[in-house]
């Protein structure tokens, strides 16, 4: 799931005067949710947030020191004592000064403005980019390291679940965000379950594709529904987030499919829409208990 492309999905850093990104390891602009897992060098930079940069960015400490960063308006809020997992969230329209007393490791992260405006809509009062976020600077919030060490694990994992997977963490992402740090009231809910009609749409789509790289958007729009809207009712009504109900799909289709012996393991695991055999046991040993090959034997 690993590509290089080009560092737009990180206008505030981007658009830092000379910066330099020592090693790029992995950016992805999923539907939903983008990351950008980088290294940056020892240095002291002012960094101006671009037109591009239309949602609050978070970012996840992974390795090396941060002596300090500031705001024009704030007073410094922190001071060389970096750890792994302190996360931070970046202003989209705030200058700041930032300085990396070694080089250091970071993911930077954030929910899509598409993804941000629908749970707004549908969940908040007032038009999307009204709300604000109350706080900004390095938080306390065991949620936001939890997203983000997730994110970059699936920014590595081949599986073509993580993009589902990864999808659906940004519209939890974008939930998160507007609940904790939001200025905006929720407003009262009418619908709290699918209709036995778009469960069905889902359950079907989801049942007839397998085998591709499924989206959260292409599932949700065979429910007739928004990704935000249908990520929470899916859940409510199943017990399940999408991601998992369709591991659980792959993994049942998979069982029934080792009653043919004359599939071999490795192309069941292709069949039903797993990477290859290893990731095909690793989830069908954590659901049945064994392995593929026992239940063959």
């Known amino acids: 799931m690993s590509s290089n492309q080009t560092p737009e999905i990180l206008p505030i850093l981007m658009k830092a005067k000379g910066i330099i990104i020592e090693n790029t390891h992995s950016s992805v602009l999923w539907e939903g949710v983008q990351a950008y897992h980088f290294q940056i060098p020892a240095i002291e930079q002012d960094l101006i947030p671009s037109a591009e940069a239309s949602v609050e960015t978070i970012t996840l400490h992974i390795a090396g020191k941060v002596g300090a960063i500031n705001f024009t308006d704030f007073s410094r809020w922190y001071s060389d004592m970096a750890a ?5 969230i970046l202003p989209r329209n705030q200058p700041f000064k930032a300085v990396w007393t070694q080089s250091s490791q970071n993911l930077v992260f954030n929910p899509t403005l598409e993804v941000l405006n629908q749970v707004a809509l549908e969940t908040y009062s007032g038009e999307p980019r009204a709300i604000n976020l109350r706080k900004l600077g390095f938080v306390e919030d065991p949620m936001l390291p939890q997203i983000g060490w997730t994110l970059l694990d699936l920014l590595y994992d081949d599986d073509p679940s993580a993009r ?11 939930h998160h965000l507007l609940y904790k740090y ?6 009262t809910r009418i619908q709290h379950t699918l209709s036995n009609h778009q469960l069905r749409c889902a359950v079907d789509y989801i049942l ?7 989206s959260l ?13 249908f990520s929470r009712l899916f859940r409510k009504t199943t017990g399940y987030s999408p991601y998992q109900y369709l591991i ?6 998979a069982y029934n499919l080792l009653k043919h012996p004359h599939y071999t393991i490795a192309q069941i695991a292709q069949m039903v829409g797993f990477y290859d055999q290893s990731h095909l046991s ?14 063959r034997d």
């Open 248 to 253: 659980h799909c792959r993994v049942q289709s």
């Open 84 to 88: 792994p997992g302190v996360v931070g």
């Open 282 to 295: 690793r989830h069908f040993k954590r659901i049945y208990g064994v392995s593929p090959q026992r239940i």
């Open 164 to 174: 589902l997977y990864a999808e659906s963490l940004g519209v939890t992402l974008a």
């Open 217 to 229: 958007a292409e599932i949700a729009a065979s429910a007739g529904l928004s990704v935000a809207h």
């Open 208 to 214: 007839a594709n397998l085998e591709r790289d499924l």
């Open 182 to 187: 939001g200025d905006k009231q929720p407003v």
